[in-house]
């Protein structure tokens, strides 16, 4: 058993509060010491009460996923002899209603551009079989109940 910790922080900072119009903008911190500036989304709650350029819990859910299955594609690669130069990837999250009729991020969408480097390279067998592999391992797929796809270039 492993456990993972983030320390979010939010304050007042004098705002009224009670009339719902105070600044959802926060902080992350993680066990390493890295900081992050979060906040609502502002396509949840508009601004000036979201901060635009912080990052929101939607696209953070986005980037966990992506990240979990780069970080297990690129061990796939490393095992199979093949050289990545690159992984670019611009996930999407979609937030709708689910079955259930709750809002939710329903699916995620990820779009690996992968440059590799050196003589050998991958048969497109193997990068469908690193990509399931990946997703088959990667712990926040396991945890979510959205559907993932791949659709790597």
Not at 24 to 40: C, E, I, L
Not at 71 to 89: M, T
């Amino acid at each position: 058993m492993h456990t993972y910790e983030a320390t979010v922080t939010w304050k007042r900072d004098g705002q009224a509060f009670v009339d719902n119009r105070y600044s959802r903008g926060h902080a992350w911190t993680f066990d390493g010491g890295a900081q992050v500036q979060a906040s609502s989304s502002p396509l949840s709650v508009p601004l000036p009460m979201s901060v635009a350029e912080a990052v929101d819990p939607e696209e953070a859910l986005v980037a966990a996923a992506s990240s979990c299955h780069m970080l297990f594609f690129l061990s796939y690669a490393a095992k199979g002899g093949c050289v990545v130069d690159s992984y670019v990837d611009h996930a999407v999250g979609v937030m709708e209603k689910n079955g259930e009729g709750k809002v939710a991020i329903t699916r995620i969408t990820l779009k690996p551009r992968i440059t590799f480097a050196g003589e050998r390279r991958p048969s497109a067998e193997e990068l469908a079989h690193w990509h399931h592999g990946s997703h088959e391992r990667c712990y926040i797929a396991n945890s979510l109940k959205a559907d993932i796809v791949i659709e790597a270039e």
